[in-house]
């Protein structure tokens, strides 16, 4: 009696899958060893035709395969061989896992994914500078058939795979490429500080330089570049600086211009200083006509003076003197109006 009672304990415990008479193919399909990475969808979800566009086309058998998944009524798979119910019930697994996909991105989905991972149902990083950071699954392709489910870890951000065989058949298109960053997206309070400690391997404390060939050998090395990346770094160093030596080039041409102004100074101080001389001096040149009236000199005083007679054509100008109003050889006359000889003058 005993025995029945040990064997009516362990048969009503071994059920690894649950009756499906008592409880929805959802809920059975979920609950089993391997699916514990998703999450229940909505039936409402599901029996909108617009969230499931472009699914017919993706499982065989896809109305019976959705007829199962939502457990109709009128569905009667008792008329199929058990290897047509087979093939249904493997694409009704693989349609549920294509919906699956799309659900968790949804605010309810995202939802339900959040509080699993924060209670670490995912799994942690393996590795050891993550500090148990929990995961989030993922798929390398959005196409069945081409990857298993990964980990994808915030801190480190590299995926890795997960531990355990009972995952290696959950396919990775049951939750996408793009379902851990869109998550991170909708919570972004949930991002963790990236990781800055690396491993640096040694050997009796001292880092392994890179040259050495062996499996992380330069990882955190601050030793220099080798010879060859110095000589190549010596041979191209120099033909930097060349491109803004043509470039400053053009700047020394406009500097020319400094040099061919200097004539044009030189003639204007010329012109300036022949303008400048006194006019009873034997200034060059002849002065135009009505220069006395400019000057301020009184109109008699120009008709008082003696005028230079003009220079023929082709006689330079600057043989004229300009005759002064006394006599050259007069001598200036003294308080009595005697004359006072020249040399008395000059003292």
């Not at 064997?7 to 929805?24: A, I, L, N, R």
């Not at 200036?332 to 004359?339: I, K, R």
């Amino acid at each position: 009696m005993d025995a029945a009672r040990d064997g009516d304990d362990f048969s009503s415990c071994s059920t690894d899958e649950p009756s499906y008479d008592d409880e929805s193919w959802i809920q059975w399909y979920c609950s089993l060893k391997g699916n514990e990475f998703l999450c229940e969808v909505e039936t409402e979800f599901i029996e909108d035709d617009f969230n499931l566009t472009g699914l017919a086309n993706a499982v065989p058998y896809y109305d019976y395969a959705l007829d199962m998944i939502l457990d109709a009524e009128e569905a009667e798979f008792d008329n199929f061989s058990e290897s047509q119910r087979d093939l249904i019930q493997h694409s009704a697994e693989q349609l549920y896992g294509l919906i699956h996909a799309r659900f968790i991105i949804t605010p309810p989905g995202l939802e339900l994914m959040r509080e699993k991972y924060l209670h670490s149902h995912f799994g942690t990083c393996p590795r050891v500078y993550c500090n148990d950071q929990p995961c989030l699954p993922m798929g390398e392709h959005d196409m069945l058939r081409r990857s298993s489910t990964r980990l994808f870890c915030p801190r480190c951000e590299e995926i890795y795979a997960t531990t355990g065989h009972r995952y290696l058949s959950l396919d990775g298109a049951y939750f996408g490429a793009s379902f851990p960053h869109l998550f991170f997206q909708q919570f972004p309070e949930l991002i963790p500080t990236k990781a800055t400690n690396e491993f640096i391997p040694k050997i009796f404390g001292f880092r392994i330089h890179k040259s050495a060939g062996i499996p992380g050998a330069g990882i955190g090395s601050l030793a220099p570049p080798s010879t060859a990346a110095a000589a190549a770094t010596t041979i191209t160093t120099p033909a930097a600086p060349a491109a803004p030596a043509a470039a400053i080039a053009p700047v020394a041409t406009t500097a020319t211009p400094v040099a061919a102004a200097a004539p044009l100074n030189r003639s204007a101080s010329g012109s300036s200083l022949g303008a400048a001389a006194p006019s009873g001096g034997h200034a060059k040149g002849r002065r135009p006509p009505g220069a006395a009236q400019r000057a301020g000199a009184p109109a008699g005083a120009t008709r008082a003076r003696h005028h230079a007679q003009k220079p023929a054509d082709g006689e330079a100008a600057d043989d004229q003197e300009e005759p002064s109003d006394e006599p050259e050889d007069a001598a200036p006359e003294g308080d009595d109006g005697e004359q006072v000889p020249r040399a008395a003058k000059r003292k």
